[in-house]
């Protein structure tokens, strides 16, 4: 019997000499205590090394599909064909059936096979010479590395982890900046109230106040770069009647340090946009295309990554992020929510309130398609994501432009009524309309039996 073993460093083919203790199982492992034990049982036959981590690589991929690779096919029409009649004992039984099919070997797999390939690990170094330990340990390392970046096919541009980190961030930064702005324009408006209604941007007011600092500073500042000129004279006017009360130098300068503030945050909000941007149109292409950047990072984050994302059904996505008013809906046996995050996507904000269920719905089903695509295909580019959006851009216009028409006889699984039916059931409905004469109903007397009579006079 010849034995197959895989290593990290190559093939090994044994040859058994004594096959009579591998039907004591049990204590097959008192056999490998020690090496001189273990080569009165087995002896290297041949010994095929890898070139390189890549032929180790492929070895390793196709032993764990169950394949047979170009290396060990070579092996085994080498050596192992040679003593044809013999039996091969092996690891994996699925990989025997192949072996058998293509090569026309007898192979064997048992539990005795299995301990004696426990044991054949367990004095590997004193079985196979001429590899160093050292050297074993450091391909082993390698092709571990190797095989798990293979199987989990990692790519730096493909880490949709970051995309769920700059959408958190991102909206962090919108929190505070909003809270920043606020602040800064009530702080300033106790000084220069008139600013905020003129200047309504943000920004600009935040760059303005950097500017002007004391409002009797604003006839001598120049606003063109920060504002057109006819606010700019709206300011200046406005400055010369302000109602605004008077402050010191020290709050002016407090208030110049929160506005740099906030002119910093928003460039780094801009500057973290574009990122975010860039890396979905990297990741997940097709979805970027069919809802937009942010809205497919903030879908994407909701499911925790693109994978959880794409085993979601469309029916999942089309109300992610509605999960509570889903639940309180159910409970409380209302209408379901016809939309969740999605919402936010250009196709449903442009269509009219009575089409936004439909466009969601239709958005959503093309939308789970797209992210599965991005996250189990190959290609990288958007082609399907623009079709499908043209797709649905046609059904806005066919939806705003003609109407639906809505036949409900669609609904129903029932046979059709015939017409004449349908005229019998209306009449019918008619008489029973028809109010009913009530008839005064005749009041019987009724006559009493002899012996009742009998009685009566008694009585009397």
């Known amino acids: 019997m010849l034995v197959l073993f895989e290593t990290a460093a190559g093939y090994a083919i044994f040859k058994v000499l004594d096959e009579q203790k591998l039907q004591q199982v049990d204590s097959l492992w008192k056999e490998f205590e020690t090496p001189d034990k273990a080569n009165k049982i087995v002896k290297l036959k041949h010994f095929e090394k890898f070139q390189d981590t890549t032929e180790a690589l492929a070895a390793a991929t196709a032993l764990v599909e169950g394949k047979l690779g170009k290396s060990l096919k070579k092996v085994l029409k080498k050596v192992v064909a040679k003593d044809a009649h013999e039996q091969l004992a092996i690891t994996d039984a699925k990989l025997g059936g192949v072996i058998k099919e293509k090569l026309n070997l007898s192979c064997v797999h048992s539990p005795a096979v299995a301990e004696l390939m426990r044991g054949i690990r367990y004095q590997m170094e004193g079985l196979i010479t001429g590899l160093p330990p050292r ?12 095989l798990s970046r293979y199987k989990l096919k990692f790519s730096p541009d493909k880490v949709d982890t970051m995309i769920v980190q700059a959408i958190s961030l991102l909206d962090d930064l919108d929190k505070e900046l909003n809270n920043y702005i606020m602040r800064c324009r009530e702080w300033y408006g106790w000084h220069f109230p008139e600013l905020g209604k003129i200047i309504t941007d943000n920004l600009a007011y935040c760059k303005s106040v950097r500017k002007i600092g004391d409002r009797t500073n604003v006839v001598n ?12 004279a709206e300011v200046k006017l406005a400055a010369e009647i302000s109602m605004g009360t008077e402050v010191s130098e020290e709050d002016i300068h407090n208030i110049m340090h929160l506005c740099d503030q906030v002119i910093e945050i928003s460039e780094y909000r801009s500057q973290l946009y574009d990122y975010l941007k860039n890396r979905m149109m990297a990741i997940a292409p097709n979805l970027t295309v069919m809802v937009g950047e942010l809205v497919g990072a903030r879908l994407i984050s909701h499911a925790g990554s693109l994978l959880n994302l794409a085993k979601h059904p469309a029916s999942t996505v089309q109300i992610l992020g509605a999960e509570k008013a889903l639940f309180r809906a159910l409970k409380t046996r209302r209408d379901t929510p016809k939309y969740g995050l999605i919402y936010h996507a250009s196709l449903v904000g442009q269509t009219t309130a009575k089409n936004k269920g439909k466009i969601s719905r239709t958005l959503a089903a093309k939308t789970a398609l797209a992210i599965r695509y991005d996250a189990l295909g190959e ?26 028409m809505y036949d409900p006889s669609g609904d129903s699984t029932l046979p059709s009524v015939s017409k004449k039916r349908k005229i019998e059931e209306v009449e019918e409905a008619e008489e029973e309309d028809k109010p009913v004469e009530v008839k005064a109903k005749k009041v019987k007397r009724e006559i009493p039996a002899e012996g009742e009579t009998r009685l009566m006079h008694t009585v009397l």
Do not use: C, W, Y
């Open 135 to 146: 050297e074993i340990s450091a391909m082993s390392l390698g092709l571990a590395h190797s």
């Open 221 to 232: 500042t120049d606003l063109s770069e920060v504002v057109p000129e006819e606010i700019e």
């Open 379 to 404: 290609d990288t580019n958007a082609e399907m994501g623009l079709e499908n959006r043209a797709k649905l851009e046609a059904r806005l216009r066919q939806l705003e432009e003609k109407g639906v």
